[in-house]
Protein backbone atom coordinates (compact mmCIF):
# COMPACT_ATOMS: atom_id res chain seq x y z
CA UNK A 1 0.00 0.00 0.00
CA UNK A 2 1.76 3.42 -1.44
CA UNK A 3 1.04 5.98 1.61
CA UNK A 4 0.71 9.82 0.18
CA UNK A 5 3.34 12.06 1.94
CA UNK A 6 2.73 14.93 3.29
CA UNK A 7 4.12 17.21 0.14
CA UNK A 8 1.85 14.52 -1.69
CA UNK A 9 -1.42 15.64 0.21
CA UNK A 10 -0.44 19.79 0.38
CA UNK A 11 -0.15 19.32 -4.15
CA UNK A 12 -3.56 17.06 -4.32
CA UNK A 13 -5.45 20.42 -1.92
CA UNK A 14 -3.80 23.00 -4.00
CA UNK A 15 -5.04 21.01 -7.62
CA UNK A 16 -8.26 20.51 -6.24
CA UNK A 17 -11.32 22.59 -7.44
CA UNK A 18 -12.96 25.19 -5.61
CA UNK A 19 -15.59 22.68 -4.87
CA UNK A 20 -13.67 20.02 -3.83
CA UNK A 21 -11.04 22.09 -1.70
CA UNK A 22 -13.29 22.36 1.52
CA UNK A 23 -14.38 18.45 2.08
CA UNK A 24 -10.52 17.64 1.42
CA UNK A 25 -9.42 20.35 4.20
CA UNK A 26 -12.01 18.80 6.15
CA UNK A 27 -10.92 15.40 5.71
CA UNK A 28 -7.15 16.14 6.34
CA UNK A 29 -8.21 17.04 10.19
CA UNK A 30 -8.20 14.05 12.44
CA UNK A 31 -12.13 13.29 13.21
CA UNK A 32 -13.81 14.29 10.52
CA UNK A 33 -12.82 11.43 7.83
CA UNK A 34 -16.10 9.92 8.54
CA UNK A 35 -19.48 9.68 7.31
CA UNK A 36 -20.22 10.32 10.76
CA UNK A 37 -18.58 13.13 11.68
CA UNK A 38 -19.91 15.06 8.69
CA UNK A 39 -23.34 14.42 9.46
CA UNK A 40 -22.76 16.20 13.15
CA UNK A 41 -20.72 18.98 10.99
CA UNK A 42 -23.71 19.69 9.01
CA UNK A 43 -25.91 20.46 12.08
CA UNK A 44 -24.15 23.20 12.84
CA UNK A 45 -25.44 25.34 10.82
CA UNK A 46 -28.89 24.60 11.51
CA UNK A 47 -28.00 24.74 15.48
CA UNK A 48 -26.44 28.42 14.73
CA UNK A 49 -29.74 29.14 12.94
CA UNK A 50 -32.03 28.13 15.24
CA UNK A 51 -30.27 30.48 17.83
CA UNK A 52 -30.11 33.34 15.72
CA UNK A 53 -34.10 32.72 15.60
CA UNK A 54 -35.01 32.39 18.91
CA UNK A 55 -32.43 34.73 20.18
CA UNK A 56 -33.66 38.00 17.35
CA UNK A 57 -35.68 39.73 20.22
CA UNK A 58 -32.93 39.79 22.95
CA UNK A 59 -30.99 42.27 21.16
CA UNK A 60 -32.08 45.02 23.20
CA UNK A 61 -32.95 48.97 22.26
CA UNK A 62 -30.12 51.64 22.73
CA UNK A 63 -30.30 51.29 26.59
CA UNK A 64 -29.91 54.27 29.32
CA UNK A 65 -26.95 54.36 31.71
CA UNK A 66 -27.64 51.68 34.01
CA UNK A 67 -29.26 52.61 37.31
CA UNK A 68 -28.47 51.65 41.07
CA UNK A 69 -32.13 50.67 41.40
CA UNK A 70 -31.93 48.15 37.86
CA UNK A 71 -28.87 46.72 38.92
CA UNK A 72 -29.46 45.95 42.84
CA UNK A 73 -32.99 44.18 41.58
CA UNK A 74 -31.90 42.39 39.22
CA UNK A 75 -28.55 41.32 41.00
CA UNK A 76 -30.77 40.52 43.78
CA UNK A 77 -33.18 38.19 41.98
CA UNK A 78 -30.37 36.58 40.15
CA UNK A 79 -28.80 35.45 43.56
CA UNK A 80 -32.28 34.14 45.01
CA UNK A 81 -33.08 32.26 41.66
CA UNK A 82 -29.42 30.75 42.36
CA UNK A 83 -30.36 29.51 46.01
CA UNK A 84 -33.59 28.15 44.97
CA UNK A 85 -32.14 26.00 41.94
CA UNK A 86 -29.31 24.80 44.79
CA UNK A 87 -32.70 24.03 46.61
CA UNK A 88 -32.53 20.43 44.28
CA UNK A 89 -29.49 19.56 45.99
CA UNK A 90 -31.16 19.65 49.60
CA UNK A 91 -34.20 17.52 48.08
CA UNK A 92 -32.31 15.28 46.27
CA UNK A 93 -30.13 14.74 50.07
CA UNK A 94 -33.31 14.72 52.08
CA UNK A 95 -35.27 12.03 49.45
CA UNK A 96 -32.25 9.74 48.91
CA UNK A 97 -30.93 9.68 52.63
CA UNK A 98 -34.90 9.07 54.04
CA UNK A 99 -35.08 6.09 51.11
CA UNK A 100 -33.06 2.78 50.91
CA UNK A 101 -29.71 2.87 49.33
CA UNK A 102 -30.70 0.49 46.75
CA UNK A 103 -32.38 3.35 45.39
CA UNK A 104 -30.42 5.90 46.07
CA UNK A 105 -28.96 6.18 42.46
CA UNK A 106 -32.70 6.11 40.82
CA UNK A 107 -33.55 9.19 43.24
CA UNK A 108 -30.87 10.96 42.41
CA UNK A 109 -31.55 11.03 38.94
CA UNK A 110 -34.87 11.87 39.25
CA UNK A 111 -34.11 15.18 41.34
CA UNK A 112 -31.15 16.03 39.04
CA UNK A 113 -33.83 15.25 35.25
CA UNK A 114 -36.31 16.99 36.75
CA UNK A 115 -35.41 19.96 37.07
CA UNK A 116 -33.74 19.95 33.67
CA UNK A 117 -37.42 19.04 32.48
CA UNK A 118 -38.88 21.58 34.59
CA UNK A 119 -36.48 24.28 32.95
CA UNK A 120 -37.31 23.20 29.55
CA UNK A 121 -40.81 23.31 29.46
CA UNK A 122 -41.39 25.67 31.89
CA UNK A 123 -39.25 27.79 29.47
CA UNK A 124 -41.21 26.23 26.22
CA UNK A 125 -44.38 26.95 27.05
CA UNK A 126 -45.30 26.97 30.87
CA UNK A 127 -43.88 30.62 31.63
CA UNK A 128 -45.93 32.07 28.77
CA UNK A 129 -49.13 30.06 30.05
CA UNK A 130 -48.64 31.59 33.36
CA UNK A 131 -47.48 35.40 32.67
CA UNK A 132 -47.15 36.39 29.20
CA UNK A 133 -50.06 35.08 27.12
CA UNK A 134 -53.61 36.05 26.34
CA UNK A 135 -56.56 34.74 27.86
CA UNK A 136 -58.66 31.91 26.26
CA UNK A 137 -60.90 31.47 30.08
CA UNK A 138 -60.62 34.77 31.61
CA UNK A 139 -58.93 34.39 34.54
CA UNK A 140 -58.59 30.33 34.39
CA UNK A 141 -56.66 29.30 31.39
CA UNK A 142 -54.25 31.49 28.97
CA UNK A 143 -52.51 30.81 25.77
CA UNK A 144 -50.51 32.92 22.95
CA UNK A 145 -47.46 30.89 21.81
CA UNK A 146 -44.25 29.08 22.83
CA UNK A 147 -41.33 30.57 24.35
CA UNK A 148 -41.10 34.32 26.25
CA UNK A 149 -39.70 37.63 25.17
CA UNK A 150 -36.55 38.87 26.70
CA UNK A 151 -35.64 41.78 25.07
CA UNK A 152 -34.40 44.56 27.64
CA UNK A 153 -36.16 47.87 27.34
CA UNK A 154 -35.04 51.73 28.43
CA UNK A 155 -38.43 51.46 30.69
CA UNK A 156 -36.91 48.53 32.39
CA UNK A 157 -33.66 50.40 33.33
CA UNK A 158 -34.52 53.74 34.71
CA UNK A 159 -37.81 52.06 36.47
CA UNK A 160 -35.45 49.77 37.46
CA UNK A 161 -37.45 46.78 36.88
CA UNK A 162 -36.52 42.92 36.18
CA UNK A 163 -35.40 41.87 32.79
CA UNK A 164 -37.60 39.36 31.25
CA UNK A 165 -34.68 36.70 31.90
CA UNK A 166 -33.64 36.65 35.37
CA UNK A 167 -37.97 36.66 36.31
CA UNK A 168 -38.09 33.49 34.14
CA UNK A 169 -35.10 31.66 35.48
CA UNK A 170 -36.44 32.57 39.02
CA UNK A 171 -40.11 31.40 38.28
CA UNK A 172 -38.39 28.44 36.37
CA UNK A 173 -37.16 27.40 39.92
CA UNK A 174 -40.31 27.50 41.89
CA UNK A 175 -41.95 25.43 38.82
CA UNK A 176 -38.75 22.89 39.55
CA UNK A 177 -39.78 22.88 43.02
CA UNK A 178 -43.41 21.43 42.44
CA UNK A 179 -42.32 18.30 40.24
CA UNK A 180 -39.33 17.85 43.04
CA UNK A 181 -41.82 17.29 45.67
CA UNK A 182 -43.64 14.43 43.45
CA UNK A 183 -40.82 12.64 43.67
CA UNK A 184 -40.39 12.00 47.47
CA UNK A 185 -44.03 10.91 47.25
CA UNK A 186 -43.51 8.18 44.30
CA UNK A 187 -40.18 7.09 45.87
CA UNK A 188 -38.61 3.96 45.30
CA UNK A 189 -41.36 2.37 43.13
CA UNK A 190 -42.39 4.46 40.23
CA UNK A 191 -40.73 3.65 36.24
CA UNK A 192 -38.54 6.38 35.44
CA UNK A 193 -39.69 6.91 32.47
CA UNK A 194 -42.89 7.32 33.53
CA UNK A 195 -42.13 9.89 36.01
CA UNK A 196 -40.21 12.14 33.56
CA UNK A 197 -43.68 12.53 31.52
CA UNK A 198 -45.22 13.39 34.05
CA UNK A 199 -42.87 16.00 35.31
CA UNK A 200 -42.70 17.55 31.62
CA UNK A 201 -46.57 17.51 31.89
CA UNK A 202 -46.89 19.04 35.42
CA UNK A 203 -44.28 21.81 35.14
CA UNK A 204 -45.53 22.47 31.06
CA UNK A 205 -49.32 22.74 31.41
CA UNK A 206 -50.88 21.87 35.27
CA UNK A 207 -48.71 24.18 37.11
CA UNK A 208 -48.53 27.37 35.28
CA UNK A 209 -52.60 27.09 34.65
CA UNK A 210 -53.19 27.14 38.63
CA UNK A 211 -50.40 29.39 39.31
CA UNK A 212 -51.78 31.81 37.02
CA UNK A 213 -54.77 32.14 39.11
CA UNK A 214 -52.70 33.81 41.75
CA UNK A 215 -49.31 34.81 40.45
CA UNK A 216 -50.89 36.65 37.37
CA UNK A 217 -51.39 40.13 39.67
CA UNK A 218 -54.61 41.69 38.63
CA UNK A 219 -55.50 39.45 36.33
CA UNK A 220 -56.01 35.70 37.62
CA UNK A 221 -59.11 35.07 39.56
CA UNK A 222 -58.04 34.14 43.30
CA UNK A 223 -55.76 37.39 43.03
CA UNK A 224 -58.95 39.25 42.04
CA UNK A 225 -60.37 37.74 44.86
CA UNK A 226 -57.49 38.78 47.11
CA UNK A 227 -56.25 35.48 47.63
CA UNK A 228 -52.86 35.64 49.43
CA UNK A 229 -50.23 33.01 49.02
CA UNK A 230 -46.78 35.20 48.94
CA UNK A 231 -44.03 32.82 48.29
CA UNK A 232 -46.49 29.47 47.45
CA UNK A 233 -47.33 27.85 50.12
CA UNK A 234 -49.97 26.14 48.10
CA UNK A 235 -49.45 27.79 44.65
CA UNK A 236 -46.27 25.62 44.48
CA UNK A 237 -46.22 23.15 47.96
CA UNK A 238 -49.61 21.93 48.14
CA UNK A 239 -49.70 21.48 44.59
CA UNK A 240 -46.69 19.57 43.80
CA UNK A 241 -47.93 17.39 46.87
CA UNK A 242 -51.47 16.55 45.82
CA UNK A 243 -50.10 15.90 42.32
CA UNK A 244 -47.54 13.43 44.09
CA UNK A 245 -50.39 12.02 46.54
CA UNK A 246 -52.38 10.77 43.80
CA UNK A 247 -49.39 9.37 42.17
CA UNK A 248 -48.99 7.23 45.56
CA UNK A 249 -52.15 6.03 45.85
CA UNK A 250 -52.17 4.71 42.14
CA UNK A 251 -48.83 2.93 42.97
CA UNK A 252 -49.67 1.48 45.93
CA UNK A 253 -47.43 1.33 49.18
CA UNK A 254 -44.10 -0.22 48.69
CA UNK A 255 -43.61 -4.08 49.49
CA UNK A 256 -43.37 -4.64 53.33
CA UNK A 257 -44.44 -1.20 53.97
CA UNK A 258 -48.16 -2.62 55.30
CA UNK A 259 -47.89 -6.19 57.28
CA UNK A 260 -50.78 -7.12 58.81
CA UNK A 261 -52.49 -3.71 58.43
CA UNK A 262 -49.97 -1.96 60.62
CA UNK A 263 -47.07 0.60 59.37
CA UNK A 264 -43.51 -0.91 59.21
CA UNK A 265 -41.18 1.61 59.86
CA UNK A 266 -38.55 1.10 56.35
CA UNK A 267 -35.64 3.05 57.94
CA UNK A 268 -33.49 5.26 55.63
CA UNK A 269 -29.96 4.76 55.16
CA UNK A 270 -28.19 7.69 55.42
CA UNK A 271 -29.48 10.33 57.88
CA UNK A 272 -26.73 12.39 57.83
CA UNK A 273 -26.61 13.30 54.35
CA UNK A 274 -30.55 13.91 55.10
CA UNK A 275 -29.58 16.08 57.39
CA UNK A 276 -27.06 17.38 55.41
CA UNK A 277 -29.92 18.34 52.89
CA UNK A 278 -31.79 20.00 54.96
CA UNK A 279 -29.53 22.52 55.77
CA UNK A 280 -29.52 22.85 52.03
CA UNK A 281 -33.29 23.52 51.80
CA UNK A 282 -33.23 26.24 54.47
CA UNK A 283 -30.48 28.18 53.37
CA UNK A 284 -32.25 27.35 49.99
CA UNK A 285 -35.50 29.15 51.14
CA UNK A 286 -33.53 32.60 51.86
CA UNK A 287 -33.78 33.01 48.23
CA UNK A 288 -37.39 31.03 47.90
CA UNK A 289 -39.23 33.71 50.30
CA UNK A 290 -37.25 36.61 49.99
CA UNK A 291 -36.46 36.39 46.90
CA UNK A 292 -40.55 37.01 46.00
CA UNK A 293 -40.63 40.24 47.24
CA UNK A 294 -39.11 40.66 43.68
CA UNK A 295 -36.55 43.50 44.45
CA UNK A 296 -34.34 44.82 46.87
CA UNK A 297 -36.18 46.99 49.46
CA UNK A 298 -36.31 47.11 53.34
CA UNK A 299 -38.81 44.35 53.26
CA UNK A 300 -36.65 41.75 52.34
CA UNK A 301 -34.42 41.26 55.89
CA UNK A 302 -37.70 41.03 57.43
CA UNK A 303 -38.76 38.02 55.72
CA UNK A 304 -35.80 36.55 55.97
CA UNK A 305 -36.02 36.92 60.19
CA UNK A 306 -39.42 35.50 59.68
CA UNK A 307 -38.81 32.89 57.57
CA UNK A 308 -35.85 31.99 60.00
CA UNK A 309 -37.98 31.97 62.93
CA UNK A 310 -40.47 30.15 60.96
CA UNK A 311 -37.95 26.76 60.43
CA UNK A 312 -36.54 27.05 64.38
CA UNK A 313 -40.38 26.66 65.77
CA UNK A 314 -41.25 23.93 63.28
CA UNK A 315 -37.97 22.42 63.82
CA UNK A 316 -38.11 22.56 67.93
CA UNK A 317 -42.14 21.14 67.95
CA UNK A 318 -41.49 18.26 66.09
CA UNK A 319 -38.70 17.23 68.05
CA UNK A 320 -40.96 17.67 71.44
CA UNK A 321 -43.46 16.17 69.95
CA UNK A 322 -41.29 12.58 68.79
CA UNK A 323 -40.12 12.62 72.29
CA UNK A 324 -43.59 12.43 74.18
CA UNK A 325 -44.83 10.05 71.34
CA UNK A 326 -42.42 7.98 70.54
CA UNK A 327 -39.73 8.67 73.71
CA UNK A 328 -37.24 9.86 72.31
CA UNK A 329 -36.44 12.49 69.94
CA UNK A 330 -36.45 11.35 65.86
CA UNK A 331 -34.12 12.98 63.56
CA UNK A 332 -36.33 12.55 60.57
CA UNK A 333 -39.29 13.95 62.94
CA UNK A 334 -36.68 16.97 63.88
CA UNK A 335 -35.79 17.46 59.94
CA UNK A 336 -39.29 17.67 58.80
CA UNK A 337 -40.23 20.00 60.96
CA UNK A 338 -37.85 22.17 60.12
CA UNK A 339 -39.14 21.97 56.44
CA UNK A 340 -43.00 22.02 58.24
CA UNK A 341 -42.23 25.58 59.81
CA UNK A 342 -40.35 26.88 56.46
CA UNK A 343 -43.58 26.02 54.27
CA UNK A 344 -45.64 27.11 57.20
CA UNK A 345 -44.76 30.68 56.67
CA UNK A 346 -44.06 30.78 53.68
CA UNK A 347 -47.39 31.93 52.36
CA UNK A 348 -47.58 34.61 54.95
CA UNK A 349 -43.73 35.48 55.96
CA UNK A 350 -44.42 39.06 54.74
CA UNK A 351 -47.32 39.71 56.71
CA UNK A 352 -46.58 37.83 60.14
CA UNK A 353 -45.24 39.98 63.22
CA UNK A 354 -41.72 38.15 64.08
CA UNK A 355 -43.52 36.02 67.30
CA UNK A 356 -46.63 34.79 65.05
CA UNK A 357 -44.08 33.45 62.37
CA UNK A 358 -43.00 31.47 65.14
CA UNK A 359 -45.62 30.30 66.20
CA UNK A 360 -47.30 29.37 62.86
CA UNK A 361 -43.73 27.83 62.32
CA UNK A 362 -44.18 25.47 65.99
CA UNK A 363 -47.79 24.91 65.17
CA UNK A 364 -46.53 23.23 61.58
CA UNK A 365 -44.08 21.45 63.24
CA UNK A 366 -46.47 20.00 65.45
CA UNK A 367 -49.19 19.47 62.33
CA UNK A 368 -46.20 17.50 60.79
CA UNK A 369 -46.03 14.59 63.54
CA UNK A 370 -49.41 14.04 63.34
CA UNK A 371 -49.78 14.33 59.51
CA UNK A 372 -47.54 11.51 59.21
CA UNK A 373 -48.99 9.11 61.31
CA UNK A 374 -52.23 9.90 59.52
CA UNK A 375 -51.19 9.15 56.23
CA UNK A 376 -49.86 6.27 57.09
CA UNK A 377 -53.24 5.07 58.55
CA UNK A 378 -54.69 5.74 55.71
CA UNK A 379 -52.49 3.24 53.65
CA UNK A 380 -50.95 5.25 51.61
CA UNK A 381 -47.13 4.68 51.55
CA UNK A 382 -45.35 8.46 51.97
CA UNK A 383 -41.63 7.43 51.76
CA UNK A 384 -40.06 10.87 53.26
CA UNK A 385 -43.57 12.71 54.55
CA UNK A 386 -43.66 14.65 51.25
CA UNK A 387 -47.33 15.31 51.92
CA UNK A 388 -46.90 16.13 55.27
CA UNK A 389 -44.64 18.70 55.13
CA UNK A 390 -45.65 20.30 51.66
CA UNK A 391 -49.16 19.33 51.50
CA UNK A 392 -50.83 19.42 55.04
CA UNK A 393 -48.61 22.70 56.10
CA UNK A 394 -48.92 23.76 52.68
CA UNK A 395 -52.85 23.93 53.94
CA UNK A 396 -51.98 25.46 57.25
CA UNK A 397 -50.01 27.88 56.05
CA UNK A 398 -52.37 29.00 53.63
CA UNK A 399 -54.92 29.39 56.61
CA UNK A 400 -52.52 30.97 58.90
CA UNK A 401 -52.55 34.21 57.00
CA UNK A 402 -56.08 34.46 57.71
CA UNK A 403 -55.70 34.37 61.39
CA UNK A 404 -52.11 36.02 61.78
CA UNK A 405 -51.91 38.48 58.72
CA UNK A 406 -51.01 41.94 60.51
CA UNK A 407 -53.87 43.91 58.21
CA UNK A 408 -56.16 41.15 57.71
CA UNK A 409 -56.00 38.34 60.07
CA UNK A 410 -58.91 37.23 62.77
CA UNK A 411 -56.48 36.96 65.08
CA UNK A 412 -55.18 40.53 64.55
CA UNK A 413 -58.68 41.74 65.00
CA UNK A 414 -59.69 41.69 61.11
CA UNK A 415 -62.78 39.46 60.91
CA UNK A 416 -63.29 36.39 59.00
CA UNK A 417 -63.44 37.56 55.52
CA UNK A 418 -59.81 37.02 54.44
CA UNK A 419 -59.90 33.35 56.20
CA UNK A 420 -62.87 32.28 53.98
CA UNK A 421 -60.97 33.79 50.95
CA UNK A 422 -57.66 31.15 52.17
CA UNK A 423 -60.49 28.44 52.09
CA UNK A 424 -61.46 28.88 48.78
CA UNK A 425 -57.86 28.78 47.46
CA UNK A 426 -56.52 25.99 49.22
CA UNK A 427 -60.04 24.23 48.16
CA UNK A 428 -59.78 25.25 44.38
CA UNK A 429 -55.57 24.42 44.16
CA UNK A 430 -56.42 20.98 45.95
CA UNK A 431 -59.44 20.01 43.46
CA UNK A 432 -57.72 21.49 39.88
CA UNK A 433 -54.18 19.23 41.33
CA UNK A 434 -55.99 16.18 42.59
CA UNK A 435 -58.51 15.67 39.15
CA UNK A 436 -55.71 16.96 36.62
CA UNK A 437 -53.34 14.98 38.16
CA UNK A 438 -55.65 11.48 38.29
CA UNK A 439 -55.78 12.23 34.77
CA UNK A 440 -52.38 12.59 33.63
CA UNK A 441 -50.94 9.97 35.67
CA UNK A 442 -54.25 7.41 34.62
CA UNK A 443 -53.42 8.22 30.87
CA UNK A 444 -49.36 7.55 31.14
CA UNK A 445 -50.41 4.28 33.03
CA UNK A 446 -52.04 3.49 30.15
CA UNK A 447 -50.17 3.91 27.74
CA UNK A 448 -47.19 2.66 28.91
CA UNK A 449 -48.63 -1.02 30.56
CA UNK A 450 -48.59 0.84 34.05
CA UNK A 451 -45.94 3.08 36.37
CA UNK A 452 -44.88 0.94 38.69
CA UNK A 453 -41.28 -1.06 38.34
CA UNK A 454 -42.16 -5.14 38.70
CA UNK A 455 -41.81 -6.78 41.81
CA UNK A 456 -38.58 -8.36 41.35
CA UNK A 457 -37.15 -4.59 40.06
CA UNK A 458 -38.10 -3.31 43.33
CA UNK A 459 -36.79 -5.99 45.52
CA UNK A 460 -33.82 -5.81 43.61
CA UNK A 461 -33.87 -2.40 44.38
CA UNK A 462 -34.23 0.46 41.33
CA UNK A 463 -30.49 1.39 41.08
CA UNK A 464 -30.22 -2.19 39.17
CA UNK A 465 -33.47 -2.34 37.57
CA UNK A 466 -33.93 1.01 36.06
CA UNK A 467 -30.23 2.36 35.85
CA UNK A 468 -28.21 -0.49 36.04
CA UNK A 469 -25.78 0.81 38.64
CA UNK A 470 -25.51 1.09 42.38
CA UNK A 471 -24.92 4.41 44.35
CA UNK A 472 -22.14 2.15 46.76
CA UNK A 473 -20.66 -0.32 44.61
CA UNK A 474 -17.65 -0.97 46.91
CA UNK A 475 -20.12 -2.16 49.91
CA UNK A 476 -21.59 -5.38 50.08
CA UNK A 477 -25.47 -5.30 49.18
CA UNK A 478 -27.98 -5.57 51.45
CA UNK A 479 -31.49 -6.95 51.26
CA UNK A 480 -33.52 -3.65 52.35
Same mark, same amino acid.
Given at each position: MTIASPSTRRKRLQEASLSEAPMMLLRSIRGFGNSRSLVWLACVPLALFGLGVFNLAAHAAELPELTPAFLANNMFLLICAALVIFM????????????? =??????? #??????? $????????? $???YKIMYNASWVIPGWFKFGGLFFDPTVTPEMVTDGKLVPSVDFL $? =??????????IVSGLVAERIKFGEFVIFSLVLVGVLYPISGSWQWNVGEGWLNKMGFIDFAGSTVVHSFGAWAG #????? !? #?????????????QAIPGHNLAIATLGCLILWLGWYGFNPGSWLSMAPEVPYIAVTTTLGAAGG????? !??????GGKP?????INGILAGLVGVTAGCDGFSM???????? &???????????? &??? !???DDPVGAFSVHGTCGIWATLAVGLFNTDKGLLTGHGFSQLGI?????????? $??????????????? #??????????????? !????EH?????PDFAATAK
Open positions: NAGFAMVEAGMCR =QKNAVNI #LAKNLIV $FALAVTAYW $FIG $F =QAAFAGTAAT #LIGAM !L #LGPRIGKFVGGKPGIAAT !LVSQFTDLTMTPAAWVVGF &IAGVIVVFSVAF &IDG !LKIQIVGVVAFAV $FAIVSSWIVWSIIGA #LFGGIRVTEQEEVEG !LDIGGMEAY
